[in-house]
C-alpha cells in the first residue's frame, strides 16, 4: 500500500457517505454488481444497531471505512457473504489493505476488552495512525499485536521445495513458514524452521516481499534461499510430506494474492528461456 493509499487517521465521527466491513467469522459482505463485487456502503446495510456498533477503520482512496462484526450470517438482497481470502482472486484485490486493516484491529479488540494486569475494562485510545487500548485503572497499555512469520521459498537447480502441511487441504502444497521466535532473527527462524520440518540446510538467503496475514495477526515476510545439505526429513506433525518440484510438475499450490503464491509464481518466472527472465526479486510494491 503507498502513501497515497495509506489509512489516514479517524476523521471526527460522520458515517454519512462511508462503507462497511462487515465480518461474519472470516468471511465480509460484499455488494453484487454487474458480476463483479464491492464494498457496501454503510447506510446500504440493514442490520438494526450496526451502524451505532460500527468501528471507525480509517481512511483508504478518499473513502471512509468502518468495520463491525456479527455473530450471525444474514442474508440481503444483492448482498452475499465471501471469504476474506478470496478478495485477491475477484474484482476486490485493491481493497485488501483496507479490509485486512479492519479485520485484524476488530479481532483485537474482541479479544482484549478486559486488562491482562488488573482485569478491568480497556479504553480505546486513538492518537494519528496509532491505536491502543488502554486500562484507566493500572495504567496497562495495549497496542495491536503484530505476530512476525518467516516464509521460505527453496530452490534446488531448476527445482522449488514444496511442502504438505497438516493443516492443508488435502492436495495442496505450499512453502515453508513459520512464526518467528524471541530473540532470533528473520534469517536464523529461516534456518531454524528449515532444519526442524525439513531436515535441510540452506545458504544465500534473500529477502522478496511481505504481506500482512490477520488469521489471526500474522505479518508474512517472504525469503528465498539456495539449498545447501540434507535428505528432506519431515517432522511428521506441522509437514506430513515435502519434495521437489520442477516447473513441470508442480501440485496443487495457494491461490493468486497470497504471499505463497507469489514466492511461487516468481521461481516459474524464473524458469522461462533466457532473454525473458525478469530481475526484480521483490514482487511487493
Known amino acids: 500500500m ?36 464491492r464494498i457496501p456502503a454503510l447506510g446500504a446495510v440493514p ?39 478470496q478478495l485477491s482472486q475477484h474484482t476486490l484485490k485493491e481493497y485488501w489493505p483496507v479490509a485486512f486493516r479492519a479485520y485484524h484491529l476488530l479481532n483485537w479488540l474482541k479479544n482484549n476488552r478486559f486488562c491482562g494486569r488488573c482485569g478491568q475494562a480497556m479504553q480505546l485510545v486513538v492518537q494519528g495512525q496509532e491505536q491502543s487500548l488502554n486500562c484507566t485503572s493500572c495504567s496497562n497499555i495495549v497496542y495491536p499485536r503484530i505476530s512476525p512469520a518467516i516464509i521460505v521459498a527453496v530452490f534446488k537447480e531448476d527445482q522449488i521445495l514444496l511442502a504438505h502441511a497438516s493443516r492443508f ?36 538467503i534473500q529477502y522478496f516481499g511481505s504481506q500482512p496475514w490477520p488469521f489471526p495477526d500474522s505479518l508474512m515476510i517472504a525469503f528465498t534461499a539456495n539449498y545447501v545439505s540434507g535428505q528432506i526429513a519431515v517432522d511428521h506433525s506441522e509437514i506430513l510430506t515435502a519434495d521437489w518440484f520442477s516447473a513441470h510438475t508442480l501440485p496443487e499450490i495457494p491461490e493468486k494474492g497470497t504471499i505463497s503464491r507469489q514466492l511461487i509464481d516468481w521461481f516459474l518466472h524464473q524458469q522461462q528461456p533466457p532473454g525473458q527472465i525478469g530481475t526484480n526479486h521483490h514482487s511487493q510494491d
Open 169 to 204: 487441504p488435502p492436495g495442496r502444497y505450499s512453502v515453508i513458514a513459520g512464526f518467528v521466535e524471541p530473540g532470533e532473527t528473520m534469517e536464523n527462524c529461516v534456518r531454524r524452521e528449515l532444519r526442524e520440518e525439513v531436515g535441510l540446510e540452506v545458504d544465500n
Open 2 to 37: 503507498n502513501d497515497n493509499n495509506a489509512v489516514k487517521a479517524p476523521e471526527p465521527d460522520d458515517k454519512k457517505n462511508a462503507y462497511l466491513l462487515l465480518f461474519y467469522k472470516d468471511e465480509i459482505l460484499v455488494e453484487v454488481q454487474n458480476g463483479g463485487w
Open 47 to 85: 442490520l438494526s444497531r450496526t451502524e451505532a456498533a460500527a468501528q471507525y477503520i480509517g481512511e483508504w482512496a478518499g473513502k471512509r471505512y468502518y468495520g463491525a462484526n456479527i455473530n450471525e450470517k444474514p442474508e440481503f438482497p444483492g448482498l452475499t457473504f465471501v471469504r476474506l481470502k
